[in-house]
Structure formats: C-alpha cells, structure tokens
C-alpha cells in the first residue's frame, strides 16, 4: 500500500464506536482510502449520512448487521482490499470467514468472531491467504512489538489490563458491589457490556484468547499484568531479557489507522504522550482470587474446541442478567463457570460456533434462573 494507491475499505459496523472513528481517520486520509461499502444496524439516518460524505452506493450502504450472510457478501467485494470488521456478536463470524477466504486483509475488530470461532478462522486464514491485524488497542500493540525480534526470540507476549473500577479490591467487598459501581471505568469510554466485562476482567480473558488465535503462542506465554493508567497497551518480552512495549494515550484512531494500513503508519498523531504530564507508569499482578473470570478465560482457552465459545456466551448472558439486577456481580464468573463445567464439543465450521454459543446461553439462562430464585 505505497503512495500514491488508494485502498478501498469495506466498514461493517460503520455506526459503532469503531466504525465512527475509522471514518475520522478514512475522512483525513481521502488519498489513501476510499470506502466501497457500509454495514450499519439500526441507526439509519447516520449510515444515510455516512454514505453521502464517502460516496457509497445506495445498495452497498446496507442496514445490515444482524445478517451474518449479507455482511460476509460485503466483505467478499471483489473491489475491497481491506475489510474493518466492527461488527459486534457472532453476526461476524461469516464476514471474517469471507474476508479471509478472499485474500483480503482483515482489520478485525468483532472479537468474537476469532474467539468463539478460532479454528474457524484459522482454517480461512490458511486456505485463502488473507492478511489478519488486529483492531484491540493491546493486540495492535503486541503486533508492533513483535516487529522488533524473530519469532523464535519471543518468550512471552504480556497485555495490559487497566484493573477496571474494581482494582485492588478483595472477594468480600466486590459481593455488594452494584451496577452503577461497574460502569464507572476509569480510562476507557465503552459501552456497557464491555465495560461490565472490563469490571471482572473477562474482557482481559477474552483477549487472552483472541492474542492465542492472533499470534499463536501458547497460554503459557500470554501473561496480563495490570497497568491502571493504560498507557502501555501492550508488550513483548524477547528471549535476551528485552521487553518492547507500545506507549500511547487510550485513542483507538491510532490502532485503527494501523490496521487499515499496516505495516504503514498514519502521517497523523493520534494518542501521542505528553511527557511533561505523564508522571508515572504502575504495574501490579491480577488478582485471580477476586477476579476469577480471568482464571476462566484461561481454562476455556487451553480446553479450546467450543470451551471458548461456551465462555463467550456464558458470559454474554450473565453480563446482562447483572444489568438486569437479577444476579450480583459475583454470580458473573459462577454462571459462566457452571457453563463451562457441563463440557464443551469441537469446533469445525460456522454451524458448530453457533450450536456451541446456543447450548452456552441455555446453560447460563438455567444458572441463572437457579441463583435468581435462591
Ligand atoms: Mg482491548
């Protein structure tokens, strides 16, 4: 992707967050990359806009993100080099499947495509060549970072987590804690499933997973050291002691510019640090006691097969029973765990993803139901 070469950008998910922002940073770069098709859900009004202000076809700007087989339509274009995929839930699934498949490079931000889906996706990835680099803020950083050896150097790969609102508490505080407690996160602007998911640090499990799938190192060599600041997203740790850690302000502009155009960076500053401001960088070991969905994360990711699937959509619905009020926060990790422990089958394609996150939400649904009527 030299001077000179515009790259035409498939957005699946162009409402979201992500895909808001991908647009910023799409708008400030018109010579380099040109949006040939927009997937958004409900927000109508604003796709209509969008499409508008980047001259998307009618028919290409579609209303389309609960329709996994339209949006993997979108991302087959024969006119797309790149695919951002923000869409959220396994909706994605197939469009990360169908990027793939067609050599392209995928931009993957719809994390549960690669963790529910792992082996589905490194099938595509194998057999049709396409390219994958990642959206998340810790995994952009990982993939700068392992820039600066072999890979046979790399001794582990270290993520960042912030410790979310409830960092340094124990197991008997965190049982009263409530809903508006865990909302409240103290660095990043997320919505709320994922800050909830950042409040148990199953957000963290999940990208343990997801940097597995990314990079392929082992679960003993993925390691999460909490870092309340949330400058350093992300670090790699070489086999001569040298760690290699990516610094910026939490702006997710720059991890999006990256993988748009990867191995290429943006002319524009996007989280640059002010080191006359920045007065320290602290790190402290996760609690796995007080936060055990980590421990879980950990669990379902070495178990692979459909475990990982299983936990995604455990979780998915303990989350919402929290939000709900119909379980406590510490039911989170125990509804998830009681899921997990009825076992979990392979994964081999779209289908079998899909039975796996179905039989999880029943199982969580029971959990559920069984602590709400205790
Ligand atoms: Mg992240």
């Not at 040939?36 to 796709?47: D, Q």
């Not at 699934?93 to 589905?120: C, D, F, M, W, Y």
Request: hydrophobic residues 45%.
């Amino acid at each position: 992707m030299s001077a000179g070469v515009t790259t035409n950008v498939v957005l699946l998910g162009s409402t979201g967050s992500i895909g808001t922002q991908a647009l910023d940073v799409i708008r400030d770069h018109r010579e380099r990359y040109r949006v040939v098709a927009l997937a958004a859900g409900r927000n109508t009004e604003l796709l209509a806009r969008q499409a508008a202000e980047f001259d998307v076809p009618d028919d290409l700007a579609r209303s389309c993100v609960d329709d996994p087989g339209a949006l993997a339509d979108l991302a087959a274009h024969s006119d797309a080099q790149v695919v951002l995929n923000a869409v959220v839930g396994l909706a994605g699934l197939p469009a990360t499947q169908a990027a793939l498949g067609h050599g392209k490079r995928l931009a993957l931000a719809n994390k549960e495509s690669l963790i529910a889906g792992g082996p589905v996706v490194a099938r595509a990835r194998q057999d049709g060549g396409g390219e994958l680099v990642p959206v998340d803020s810790e995994h952009s950083a990982v993939y700068q970072a392992l820039r600066a050896g072999k890979r046979d150097e790399v001794r582990r790969v270290l993520l960042t987590a912030s410790g979310g609102p409830f960092r340094g508490r124990s197991g008997g505080e965190l049982a009263r804690v409530t809903v508006a407690d865990a909302l409240a996160h103290p660095t990043w602007n997320m919505g709320a499933k994922i800050t909830i998911d950042s409040s148990t640090l199953m957000n963290k499990g999940l990208e343990v997973i997801e940097a597995h799938e990314l990079f392929g190192f082992d679960f003993d060599r993925i390691d999460v050291i909490v870092h309340p600041q949330s400058i350093v997203h992300g670090m790699v740790e070489f086999t001569d002691g040298a760690t290699m850690a990516q610094l910026s302000l939490p702006d997710m502009r720059l991890p999006i510019g990256l993988a748009l155009g990867a191995p290429d960076r943006l002319d524009e500053a996007f989280g640059p640090i002010d080191w006359s401001r920045l007065g320290r960088l602290d790190f402290e070991q996760p609690d796995l006691d007080a936060f055990p969905c980590l421990r879980l994360a950990y669990d379902a990711g070495r178990a692979g097969g459909a475990a990982p699937a299983i936990l995604n959509g455990a979780n998915e619905v303990a989350v919402a029973a929290f939000l709900d009020g119909r379980i406590p926060w510490l039911g989170i990790a125990d509804v998830v765990a009681d899921a997990l422990q009825a076992g979990s089958g392979n994964v081999d394609a779209v289908e079998d993803v899909l039975e796996a996150d179905r039989v999880a939400r029943e199982r969580a649904q029971a959990a559920v139901e069984k602590r709400a009527a205790a």
